[in-house]
């Protein structure tokens, strides 16, 4: 399938050439030099960082959560770089990356697939911002349709505009790997996309840069482009196509394209449609239109949005294939540990994602039905896979109310799991749901728990579940929660007996 050859028309004038990859040389270092610098930014260093700290100034941050990426735009600071500043003030400033992937489409030429810069670093007015060169080897390395063409990045101006922003905000040192798309063959961008997907997570950032829709009339680009960024946060990428089309279909006036950088967009939505866990975030929105010497009547959009991830939750997060791999972990895990006080090595590499986020978790052993050790932990600093051996092995042999599960035995036990959310404090009882919430009751040195499976199984009334956690598990007394400091969690709950 291709897209519509409308987004092979040019932000810039240029000619189109065909270029299929070459290969890497092995020992030349040539860094990329300065192009956009003088034409869409200021080159003079010093009135550069005044103007980023002018355009941060007038950004507001968000504060999300677990920004993975951002959609920013690459025209003129002074028509963009409101909304481009916007875009970068919602990641953490002070985070380190691994790597920061920046992703634009061709306005030079036309590639057989995309080029990621091998040879050298990026040069900017600001001094020098580092390739990972490793890594840029080895994705070109891992698939055919990724390459290295130098012409590609020397007059490209859409990454190079990303970075002096970069390089303004962010406090701690960071390496790049800057991508050019030159393909608008949705089966090579659906093919790079799964070979950068494993790079889309928390210790990366990845650039999208884009402009939106090109020269149509002011209201007419404020429809359109608000119809590209909804299409956008649909996280799906036949609706962007979709949208696209239908932008083009209604005939704006002058309207030449959606989005420059449509394929860059389309990779990262390639990337996304299967995790639910993410969401877009639209941040701002301007065209060149609103600057006090824009031509309304032939303007280009620009919109920022970021990608945020939900922190992982013991409500939603985990899958049927998840739930089963942790049972089949723990069953596992305590079968080395009683037959040759071993615990057996896990192949991260198996795992999904949600397994090695860290997460309390309490595993319970249940014999005919009747309760035979129970031990869990509220606060981990490790992946929950581990913290599920541990303490699986901890509720077959540490559990003080029972004996050391035997090996013999464990065939007629059934293991149950329970991951929990964080602790938090309340302040009423009333906000205590039985059922949903599990309670952890501490005064001094004395604490005790109830998951919130307890009150289900044992049919008690909230007293009666706040009284017999105070007695029979912190030792306080059955009326000691009343001036005690109590919090709530939940849990997603899930046994053998299930599957």
């Known amino acids: 399938m291709k897209i519509s050859s409308k987004i092979k028309i040019l932000c810039l004038t240029a000619a189109l050439i065909w270029f299929s990859g070459i290969s890497v040389p092995a020992q030349t270092i040539t860094d990329r030099q300065p192009y956009a610098a003088g034409k869409f930014y200021t080159a003079d260093s010093s009135q550069l960082e005044k103007n980023l700290a002018y355009l941060f100034g007038k950004t507001k941050s968000r504060h999300l959560d677990k920004v993975l990426a951002v959609i920013s735009p690459h025209a003129g600071y002074v028509y963009s770089g409101e909304v481009a500043a916007t875009a970068f003030g919602q990641i953490d400033p002070e985070k380190e990356y691994d790597n920061i992937f920046l992703i634009g489409s061709s306005h030079t030429m036309y590639l057989d697939g995309a080029s990621i810069y091998a040879i050298g670093n990026y040069i900017t007015p600001l001094g020098k911002v580092e390739v990972n060169t490793e890594l840029a080897r080895k994705l070109i390395n891992e698939n055919k349709n990724i390459s290295f063409v130098e012409q590609a990045h020397t007059s490209e101006h859409s990454l190079e505009n990303q970075l002096p922003f970069l390089q303004y905000y962010l406090k701690k040192p960071f390496r790049i790997v800057p991508i050019i798309i030159g393909t608008d063959d949705t089966k090579k961008l659906q093919s790079i996309a799964k070979t950068l997907k494993p790079y889309l997570n ?9 402009d939106f829709s090109h020269y149509p009339l002011y209201p007419d680009a404020q429809k359109a482009d608000s119809a590209t960024a909804k299409s956008i946060v649909s996280n799906n990428p036949d609706t962007f196509l979709k949208g696209i089309k239908k932008n083009a279909s209604l005939h ?5 394209t959606s989005a420059c950088g449509q394929t860059s967009i389309l990779t990262l939505l390639y990337m996304t449609q299967n995790m639910p866990d993410v969401s877009y975030v639209p941040l701002k929105y301007m065209n060149s239109g609103d600057v006090s010497f824009g031509d309304k009547s032939r303007v280009v959009g ?3 949005l970021a990608l945020t991830q939900k922190a992982a939750s013991a409500e939603d997060f985990l899958t049927e294939d998840d739930k089963k791999q942790l049972l089949h972990i723990a069953r ?3 079968e080395e540990y009683l037959a040759r006080q071993q615990i057996p090595d896990v192949d991260e590499n198996t795992l999904s994602e949600n397994l090695k986020v860290h997460n309390g978790a ?4 249940n014999k005919y039905g009747n309760l035979r050790g129970c031990i869990g932990r509220f606060v981990a600093d490790e992946a929950l896979y581990k913290v599920v051996q541990q303490m699986a092995i901890a509720a077959a042999t540490q559990d003080y109310r029972f004996t050391t599960v035997t090996l013999k035995e464990l065939k007629n036990i059934d293991l149950e799991i329970s991951v929990l959310t964080p602790l938090k404090k309340i302040s009423s009882v009333d906000e205590i749901k ?3 919430d599990g309670i952890y009751i501490m005064k001094g040195s004395h604490s005790g728990t109830f998951l919130p499976q307890v009150a289900d199984e044992t049919g008690w009334t909230k007293t009666e579940f706040l009284g017999h ?6 030792g306080i007394g059955w009326d000691g929660w009343k001036d005690a400091d109590i919090y709530t969690y939940r849990a997603i709950v899930f046994s053998e007996d299930e599957f």
């Open 332 to 334: 596992q895990t305590i």
């Open 434 to 436: 039985l059922g949903r």
């Open 362 to 365: 309490f595993v319970t052993l």
């Open 302 to 304: 620009y919109f920022a």
């Open 469 to 474: 956690c105070a007695q029979d598990k912190a």
């Open 252 to 256: 704006y006036p002058g309207l030449v």
């Open 202 to 210: 928390d210790k990366n950032l990845f650039v999208i840069s884009s």
